[in-house]
């Protein structure tokens, strides 16, 4: 099968920081420089390439996600394929008719209702009238927007502006479909009526190129993925592969920033906390650890005289600073009593359960009654790799192990319909 998308060793440079090169400005510097003399003004001009030899070829009917920070490269890419630039190297080219929802509102006129506006599009989409003519009920049914549809695009909302812009664009069903974002503004329900829509172009053969943060979306939509960071390719291969690459990275970075992992200083205790760690089962230090398998928490102290019962406490903590859990000797009903000498206390998660993601682990030992710290020591960093993700707050820090169960009603034992209980009354009163 061809390539419907072809990408070979494509940069685009720009200029940043660049003096005024509007006319106006231009014409003024020029006399000025005329009537006075000397040299132009100084440019501050600053280089920086949105993209560097990214190779990639897309076959007709593939999804492709393009994954990666802010400022990664991955609108640049979109608005090359839909010429909206041009690249400084390399080559690029797609096959067939292709639709853009790179920006809210690109290509809309405020001015113009949106019934005009659906008409404008599929002009600039290379359609003819009447062929606009035979999908436009089709695209006012999915944007929902009938009774809106003769006001100006000006006063319509985001979202509003986001179902029309989607509802054409998937409607007329061009060979190519670039969609950046733009289904963040949506409702739910219209979110998920745009999902199925875009896997309904999916199997009718259109290629896909999607842009979203929303790695579940991603999911959703794509089945290949690329890893694009400073405008160049870390990984392309599988939707799963390419974001747990970048969940990874994205939780060391995150880990490096966070300032919250300060050791304290404790001076003349009777017992010090030595090393604070997280271990497998076997007692040895994993690089990664899956969440669905059990580890182990030891904190290793040293009490320089007989401290007699003590209460410990471990807290762990995710690299972006949210405290995963909290575990206390004193809540659990549990106490130690600690002899002069060295000794390891272990706590045994099973199993693990926390999300996807970064974390550390903070030791501490206090008093009997749980009401001061006497010492207290952190972990070192390391990484869990379960199903979910932890980019997002409201995905959460664990995933707990879940039992499901399905219970049915037989249909006998339904209520009837309330046309039927009507039915049945007017039947009685009839008898009567």
């Excluded at 070979?8 to 005024?20: D, F, H």
Aim: glycine share 8%; charged share 20%.
């Amino acid at each position: 099968m061809t390539a419907t998308v072809h990408f070979e060793n494509v940069s685009k440079l720009y200029n940043l920081g660049l003096t005024r090169t509007s006319l106006p400005t231009m014409a003024s510097n020029w006399i000025r420089q005329k009537v006075k003399g000397g040299p132009p003004p100084a440019s501050t001009k600053r280089d920086f390439w949105a993209l560097r030899d990214v190779s990639f070829d897309l076959e007709q009917g593939q999804s492709l996600a393009l994954v990666g920070p802010n400022g990664a490269g991955k609108t640049t890419i979109l608005k090359l394929l839909a010429k909206i630039t041009k690249p400084t190297s390399g080559s690029l080219w797609s096959t067939g008719q292709l639709s853009a929802l790179i920006e809210l509102g690109a290509g809309f006129h405020p001015d113009l209702t949106g019934r005009e506006n659906i008409y404008l599009n599929g002009t600039i989409l290379g359609l003819s009238r009447r062929q606009v003519q035979e999908r436009f009920d089709e695209i006012v049914a999915f944007s929902e927007l009938e009774g809106f549809i003769d006001t100006p695009v000006k006063r319509y909302s985001s979202g509003m502006v986001v179902r029309l812009g989607f509802a054409v664009a998937s409607c007329i069903e061009q060979e190519v479909l670039l969609v950046d974002e733009v289904l963040a503004v949506g409702d739910v329900s219209f979110q998920q009526k745009c999902l199925n829509r875009i896997h309904q172009l999916i199997k009718g053969g259109t290629t896909i190129i999607f842009v979203s943060h929303n790695f579940y979306l991603v999911q959703a939509v794509c089945n290949m993925a690329v890893y694009i960071d400073h405008g160049q390719i870390r990984h392309f291969g599988s939707t799963n592969d390419v974001i747990e690459m970048y969940e990874r990275d994205l939780h060391v970075q995150r880990a490096d920033k966070f300032e919250g992992k300060q050791q304290k200083q404790f001076v003349g205790t009777d017992i010090e906390v030595t090393k604070v760690e997280m271990v497998g089962m076997d007692g040895e230090r994993a690089q990664v650890y899956q969440n669905r398998q059990p580890a182990q928490i030891k904190i290793h102290y040293t009490a320089f005289r007989d401290m007699g019962p003590l209460s410990l406490s471990v807290h762990v903590t995710r690299s972006d600073g949210v405290t995963a859990c909290q575990l206390r000797t004193k809540l659990d009903d549990v106490q130690f009593s600690f002899a002069r000498g060295s000794g390891v206390v272990t706590v045994a998660l099973e199993p693990l359960q926390l999300v996807t993601g970064s974390y550390y682990v903070e030791g501490s030992i206090l008093n009997e009654s749980d009401s001061m710290e006497i010492y207290s020591r952190f972990s070192e960093w390391f990484s869990v790799q379960g199903r979910g993700f932890s980019y997002e707050d409201s995905g959460g820090v664990y995933e707990p192990i879940a039992r499901w169960s399905h219970v049915t009603q037989p249909e006998a034992a339904l209520p009837a319909p309330a046309d039927t209980v009507s039915e049945q009354l007017n039947q009685e009163k009839v008898a009567l």
